[in-house]
């Protein structure tokens, strides 16, 4: 192994990540001296890290390809969005959370088939400024990424409920079976909002989306929604989440549930499968968490009154089925009038989560390459927040973005009135 030459974009991979990959290949005996490295996606995609394609040219004309995660070594941008929480709180996943739920389905006697699907993960490193993640490509699964700026539909919400309530219901059995465990996961995973909602400079920030938000809304009607929502993100999250990690309806959360985080297969252009990547932002939260981040995230208004509803209803119809397999029941380990509570009492905070989730969301690929440039080559420190402040703003973006933004607040506020989450 000691041979294999990298070609392509390798700038980004140290002598130690190289090291790891050279590891993963003899672990897997794959004899290749030759892999090359590309990146993955587009601008726009993926905030924290770069995403690589890595693949090794087999002596027979075959490849081996692996999802290589790697962390910048830019120092501002490390610092602005927590690199190195986000890295370790995905590796504690793979290695620890994860072969957990192997486990615990296995004893229960459930065939492969019945698993949760998550990527297979070839290896991990989290030395300082040589963080990977080297993970499955899917692709060669025949699994796709959606278009991001193309709601879902509800063929693909409930597919992605299906994986929420499988995921969700492990994290209860885990409790039920082994509390030490799960609440060492507890004081592991750390919550990047609540990271950020202790950081003076982030209300500035959070102050400025709001400015910039109702600049952009033409109609008291909903600017009347906005405001008082980002702006006070901070200040509602710590008053709902205070008691979350204690609470016995507690899980692990996925935490990034949007349309870049899914890769779905097809069968006859229709969806039958769907696997969550991307789990940087998991921590032990409410299942809500999961439902609204993805619901309001990632669909339409016209989808959502149609369907909101029925979404809930087959969540936990789902939960409970799965719970089945351990001997339990979703109406005692969540009930059903806990779940339409919690959907309520977390509305606010997604409200304001969805606008924030959206100001990155919809950029075009240059625009989100202009902004990641700017974070690391434009500030001289982390603390000078104001100029990432200008660097965001929707309302400096081109008309036809700043359009889809103004369409997609006013669907939110339509879907939260529909729903009576506000008035």
């Not at 300082?128 to 490509?137: A, G, K, V, Y």
């Not at 209860?172 to 079976?177: R, S």
């Not at 977390?346 to 990155?360: E, G, H, P, Q, R």
């Not at 603390?383 to 359009?403: F, G, R």
Request: proline share 3%; net charge negative; aromatic share 12%.
């Amino acid at each position: 192994m000691t041979g294999i030459t990298f070609e392509g974009e390798t700038d980004c991979l140290t002598p130690r990540r190289q090291e790891l990959v050279k590891e993963v290949l003899q672990k897997k005996n794959i004899k290749s001296s030759k892999v090359r490295v590309n990146t993955l996606g587009k601008a726009g995609d993926n905030y924290v890290a770069d995403v690589k394609k890595i693949t090794a040219e087999l002596e027979n004309g075959e490849a081996f390809n692996m999802i290589a995660k790697i962390a910048t070594n830019n120092e501002i941008t490390r610092t602005l969005m927590g690199t190195v929480m986000l890295f370790e709180n995905e590796c504690i996943i793979y290695n620890e959370v994860f072969p957990k739920f192997v486990d615990l389905q296995t004893t229960a006697g459930l065939s492969e088939d019945q698993f949760f699907r998550f990527p297979e993960c070839y290896g991990t490193l989290m030395e300082p400024f040589n963080e990977i993640i080297l993970l499955e490509d899917l692709k060669d699964s025949n699994f796709e990424m959606l278009d991001r700026f193309t709601p879902l539909t509800n063929e693909n919400v409930k597919l992605i409920l299906k994986n929420f309530a499988i995921y969700h219901s492990l994290s209860f059995v885990l409790k039920k079976q082994d509390p030490d465990t799960f609440d060492s996961f507890n004081d592991k995973l750390k919550d990047f909002y609540s990271w950020v909602g202790n950081d003076p400079q982030s209300q500035y920030y959070f102050e400025s989306l709001e400015t910039d938000t109702l600049a952009i809304l033409d109609s008291d009607n909903y600017k009347k929604a906005i405001r008082g929502s980002v702006s006070l993100l901070p200040e509602h999250s710590a008053k709902v989440i205070k008691n979350e990690p204690n609470s016995r309806y507690s899980i692990i959360t996925h935490g990034d549930g949007w349309t870049n985080n899914i890769m779905f297969s097809f069968k006859d252009n229709v969806p039958v499968q769907a696997i969550l990547i991307d789990y940087q932002l998991s921590k032990v939260g409410n299942p809500v968490d999961d439902l609204q981040y993805m619901i309001f995230s990632s669909t339409d208004h016209s989808t959502r009154k149609k369907h909101y509803y029925e979404w809930i209803d087959y969540y936990h119809s789902e939960l409970d089925n799965s719970l089945a397999n351990f001997g339990l029941k979703a109406n005692y380990v969540y009930p059903r009038d806990k779940l339409d509570a919690d959907l309520r009492r977390y509305s606010k905070i997604y409200l304001a989560m969805s606008v924030l989730l959206n100001t990155m969301l919809i950029r075009k690929s240059e625009d989100a390459a202009a902004m990641k440039e700017k974070m690391e080559n434009g500030m001289e420190n982390p603390e000078d927040i104001k100029e990432l402040t200008v660097a965001v703003q929707v309302s400096l973006l081109d008309n036809e973005t700043v359009a889809l933004f103004k369409r997609k607040i006013e669907d939110l506020v339509d879907s939260y009135r529909e729903f009576g989450y506000i008035d």
